[in-house]
């Protein structure tokens, strides 16, 4: 029998004789996790250190593909959502989550639209400004998601992500790899003062909220239980070790480029536009606006993913509120009156008042910050909860997958419930320098 999923896909409900054709869902979470400041961050990494952190890229790649495999994991082998079960672990999860996605997405919608025009900028510097271009990039953001599906989300992020892949690795091709110094970078070594370039490099590139969607995304694709697992696991593989090269690709441009001329970067995302400017001194006027085309593909993906993911969690998370307040009423436990995630879940959230009240909060409060400096009290609170949401995630799935929540057969093993404790650990490390540097 055929029918269709979440996205408007024509499916049987049983895994493709070719999974390499359902591949999707880890392409839009790795996607909207690099975004142009995790790209700075890499280049800076390369220019001051050359090829020595290379391993750290390759180990961050891997706690990425541990904690995207664990979030996929939970949505098949239980058929609820993740935030069904961080509902069961008390009512401290919804209201840290309350917090985090009202304050973090104010100021994330206007990072993201400033991101996203910055580039834009830079190829049209007689054209228009960097306010006007970011209030587009989110309305056009907005549009799409408002009246777009998952298929469509997906596709167009494909796209990106191809755009992305092939810029930055012909970029890295072109300033010429030096292929001895870059296989000796994969031998682990901490040069002075390299630390928290390690740290950042393991943790820092496509890590945000929206790993947390990413079994949103894995039954929005129509993938609903434990026999699509063979099939999430090879999509979460492909999309990180993409991701692994694109990182890597960058840190073989701050390297080679930035490293033995010297040339320091801005720290954010301005630093991509130095970059473009080194590029078209060195390289000629089109690899410069090639670059820019690819800057662009990674931030405006990163806003679409966040736009579509995170309000998907928003929308899921009303639904478990009231389906708790309802259980409440009647004398039940919350969890019980549970929705469980099923076919039609994400396309109901995308047509719900959360799912776009959310997308107007993430839009139109931000542009005020396009005009205006950034509150110093609202930059204190969104570093602070902003650093706390990935030991959060890596913790809590920690927890979830080695209880009796789980069907034994697909709780943790060994190696995940290692790599979960390390990436927890990791990013607590980093949770409490993002709070140390906060401007107190």
Not at 207 to 220: C, D, E, R
Not at 300 to 329: C, I, Q, T
Not at 340 to 353: D, F, M, N, Q, V
Request: charged share 10%.
């Amino acid at each position: 029998m055929t029918r269709t999923n979440d996205s408007g896909e024509a499916h049987t409900g049983r895994p493709p004789a070719s999974r390499w054709r359902a591949v999707g869902p880890g392409i839009v979470v790795a996607a909207t996790g690099v975004g142009a400041g995790d790209l700075v961050a890499t280049l800076i990494a390369g220019s001051k250190f050359g090829y020595t952190l290379l391993w750290a890229a390759v180990i961050g790649c891997l706690v990425k593909i541990s904690l995207a495999e664990a979030v996929g994991r939970w949505h098949l082998a239980t058929g609820h959502t993740l935030f069904h079960g961080w509902r069961t672990l008390g009512p401290w999860t919804t209201w840290y989550f309350i917090g985090y996605v009202v304050v973090w997405g104010f100021v994330y919608g206007a990072t993201a639209m400033s991101s996203s025009a910055l580039p834009l900028v830079a190829l049209f510097p007689d054209f228009l400004g960097l306010k006007t271009w970011g209030v587009i990039t989110g309305l056009v953001g907005l549009a799409f998601v408002w009246w777009g599906r998952y298929a469509v989300v997906e596709k167009v992020m494909t796209v990106l992500v191809g755009v992305m892949f092939v810029v930055v690795v012909y970029v890295a091709v072109r300033v010429g790899p030096n292929l001895g110094d870059s296989f000796a970078g994969l031998a682990p070594t901490l040069p002075d003062g390299s630390l928290l370039y390690t740290l950042g490099l393991i943790g820092g590139v496509g890590g945000t909220i929206t790993m947390a969607a990413y079994g949103y995304w894995v039954n929005a694709k129509g993938w609903t239980d434990s026999s699509w697992m063979r099939t999430m696991r090879l999509d979460n593989r492909v999309a990180y070790v993409t991701t692994g090269i694109f990182v890597v690709a960058m840190l073989i441009v701050g390297a080679e480029l930035l490293h033995s001329a010297d040339i320091a970067l801005h720290k954010g995302d301005k630093g991509l536009v130095d970059l473009g400017d080194v590029l078209e001194e060195r390289y000629g006027t089109s690899t410069a606006k090639l670059f820019l085309v690819g800057f662009f593909a990674t931030s405006f993906s990163s806003l679409v993913g966040v736009w579509h993911g995170v309000s998907v969690m928003v929308a899921d998370f009303v639904e478990h509120y009231r389906a708790g307040a309802v259980a409440a009423a009647g004398g039940a436990a919350p969890t019980e009156a549970a929705p469980a995630a099923g076919p039609g879940t994400i396309g109901r959230h995308e047509r719900s008042l959360p799912f776009r009240l959310y997308l107007l909060w993430l839009t139109f409060p931000p542009i005020s910050l396009l005009f205006l400096d950034q509150p110093f009290g609202l930059v204190i609170v969104y570093g602070v909860l902003g650093a706390f949401f990935m030991p959060f995630l890596a913790l809590t799935l920690l927890w979830l997958l080695n209880s009796s929540r789980t069907p034994s057969q697909w709780r943790n093993g060994p190696l995940s419930n290692v790599m979960l404790v390390a990436a927890g650990l990791l990013f607590l490390v980093l949770c409490v320098q993002q709070v140390r540097e906060l401007p107190w």
